[in-house]
Nanobody, 119 residues
Framework: VQLQASGGGLVQAGGSLRLSCAASGSFYRVNFMGWHRQGPGKQHELVATISSGGSANYADSVKGRFTISRDNARNTVYLQMNSLNPEDTSVYYC??????????????WGQGTEVTVSS
């Protein structure tokens, strides 16, 4: 199972970016998906998660600015980030909990995509 993230880049404060992450490989289904981030000198922060049914949860730091969504048919999760500020500068990692063929549940992380917000 692989998670391929894309969409990071450099944006000015107040701008927007949309991240995407697709799960590929052999598995039965994807349960929850989400995004973590780790900024310079900061700890990992769970940014947002979304269940297979579409229920979303957000870190307080991004509520009202970020929106997580998913396309179950494409096993893809998106993170729409609006009103970005320099504190959002981080490497963003997608994650997914996958039900494996033959049984078993395992979590996977993507390789990370870098977001830089300039002031």
């Amino acid at each position: 199972v692989q998670l391929q993230a894309s969409g990071g880049g450099l944006v000015q404060a107040g701008g927007s970016l949309r991240l995407s992450c697709a799960a590929s490989g052999s598995f039965y289904r994807v349960n929850f998906m989400g995004w973590h981030r780790q900024g310079p000198g900061k700890q990992h922060e769970l940014v947002a998660t979304i269940s297979s049914g579409g229920s979303a949860n957000y870190a307080d730091s991004v509520k009202g600015r970020f929106t997580i969504s998913r396309d179950n048919a494409r096993n893809t999760v998106y993170l729409q980030m609006n009103s970005l500020n320099p504190e959002d500068t981080s490497v963003y990692y997608c994650l997914a909990e996958v039900v494996l063929i033959g049984g078993g549940i395992r979590s996977y992380w993507g390789q990370g995509t870098e977001v830089t917000v300039s002031s």
